[in-house]
């Protein structure tokens, strides 16, 4: 099939770690009230479909569209970056390759941490807004059963999810690394929510024994105290926290610094170094924390996954992962091209149709009635037949969809009733 006709009208658009640092994706980072402001924006000009996922890694929006500047300046409009940042550090795809690249994020192939296991929570998330907000026609809500079942398939037929590949993870690891040891350290956790509790978790699962969490809703943190064996502070007592850490780790979901300058005139600059890593898009620790010579400051940008164990194992399975991309996004191609000439049939049906009633009536005086009841199921079931006989010839020529579509339409003039 022509999948540059088929597809022309998707397009992708977005800014990710592989094009743009941290300072440029918060700018271009969207809250949720921001996702819905643009989803309903997006609806008023008229596109049908969209979905917007945007992590601490990626800002991407997917849409059943072609028109590329309708898309970045909806973009922009809503996100704190220029038009102008955009074009540097952005990116388009059109078509096929905006719909393959959709699949790619959804199972981690383009993540910073190779199979990340939240980025299908995310994209989930993001087309469920969609869903909610009237974004997501049938087309899109294809499209999302596919990827879904992509995902499943590629962490029950291959390996990629090995590990426990995530930001948090690697966080985690990467401050066990540096400080030789979790076990004895004291260790801040400042957030409880989704990206919290994974940190959480990891800090456990790596042998963290101290751990206060604070979280700006309190019954959240205790929550998570509940769950794992940590413990718990009000926000009001984060300076002094701080000051008693020897590793602390932010994840909020805060559009702003919620550790700066002022939050660490209770250290002891003799104390020994501080890690922070810093896992917040936009940046929850200020830069000028980052300064202060006791402290090492660690942002997404610096975490990787490509010293962890189980990397190459996951890395390996990448053509495996790739062909199952491969399989499920041909199935859905022809669900798609089998969808575009529903239209058509149904108008050759009503064509057909009109025709066998005027046709029946020039005769309707002359026969009774029950020889007009054999007439009627006589013409109806040549009909159906004729129809039947058409729906067979586009089916096997999914190749050429487009082009016998155009040639019926043709044929039977019903190209104004599509």
């Known amino acids: 099939m022509d999948k540059s006709i088929l597809l022309e009208k998707f397009t992708l658009i977005g800014i990710n770690h592989r094009l743009a640092d941290v300072r440029i994706r918060e700018k271009f980072s969207l809250s949720w009230e921001e996702q819905s402001t643009m989803l309903e924006d997006a609806k008023t000009q008229g596109i049908g479909g969209m979905i917007i996922v945007s992590t601490c890694n990626r800002t991407e929006v997917f849409a059943t569209t072609s028109d590329a500047e309708l898309l970045s300046i909806l973009f922009c409009k809503?996100?704190?970056?220029?038009?102008?940042?955009?074009?540097?550090?952005?990116?388009?795809?059109?078509?096929e390759h905006a719909v393959r690249h959709f699949y790619r994020v959804a199972v981690g192939l383009e993540?910073?941490?190779?199979?990340d296991l939240q980025i299908i929570k995310q994209v989930k998330e993001g087309y469920r807004l969609s869903s909610d907000l009237g974004m997501a026609d049938s087309v899109v809500h294809r499209l999302m059963q596919s990827v879904s079942r992509t995902h499943k398939r590629?962490?029950?037929?291959?390996s990629l999810g090995m590990g426990a590949a995530s930001t948090a993870y690697a966080a985690v690891q990467l401050a066990k690394r540096r400080m030789k040891k979790l076990t004895g350290k004291k260790v801040l956790l400042v957030g409880a929510g989704k990206i919290g509790k994974v940190t959480c978790k990891n800090l456990i699962a790596m042998g963290a024994s101290d751990v206060t969490v604070i979280n700006r809703n309190m019954t959240r943190a205790e929550r998570l105290g509940m769950r794992f064996p940590v413990n718990v502070a009000p926000i009001k007592n984060i300076d002094i926290e701080i000051a008693r850490a020897?590793?602390?780790?932010?994840?909020?979901?805060?559009?702003?610094?919620?550790?700066?300058?002022?939050?660490?005139?209770?250290?002891?600059?003799?104390?020994?170094?501080?890690?922070?890593?810093?896992?917040?898009?936009?940046?929850?620790?200020?830069?000028?924390v980052g300064v202060l010579p006791f402290v090492h400051l660690i942002n997404m940008d610096m975490l990787s996954d490509t010293l962890d164990e189980t990397f190459r194992e996951r890395q390996s399975n990448i053509p495996f992962v790739e062909q199952i991309i491969e399989d499920e996004f041909e199935q859905w191609c022809t669900w798609l091209s089998e969808l575009r000439?529903?239209?058509?049939?149904?108008?050759?049906?009503?064509?057909?149709?009109?025709?066998?009633?005027?046709?029946?009536?020039?005769?309707?005086h002359k026969l009774n009635e029950d020889a007009m009841l054999q007439v009627e199921h006589l013409t109806q079931r040549i009909i159906n037949k004729i129809v039947a006989h058409s729906i067979e010839h586009l089916k096997e020529n999914q190749g050429r969809t487009e082009e016998v579509t155009r040639i019926i339409q043709d044929m039977y003039k019903i190209g104004d009733e599509i």
Not at 78 to 84: N, P
Not at 154 to 158: G, K, M, V
Not at 253 to 281: F, Q, R, T
Not at 341 to 364: C, H, L, S, Y
């Open 78 to 95: 809503h996100a704190k970056g220029s038009l102008s940042e955009f074009k540097e550090y952005g990116f388009i795809r059109h078509g």
């Open 111 to 115: 993540a910073q941490i190779l199979g």
């Open 154 to 158: 590629t962490r029950n037929e291959t």
């Open 246 to 288: 020897d590793l602390i780790i932010v994840a909020t979901g805060a559009s702003h610094a919620v550790i700066n300058h002022g939050h660490m005139e209770l250290c002891d600059p003799e104390g020994g170094e501080k890690l922070m890593i810093d896992l917040s898009v936009p940046r929850n620790i200020a830069d000028e």
């Open 341 to 364: 000439v529903v239209p058509t049939i149904r108008a050759i049906n009503t064509k057909f149709d009109q025709i066998r009633r005027q046709e029946i009536e020039r005769f309707r």
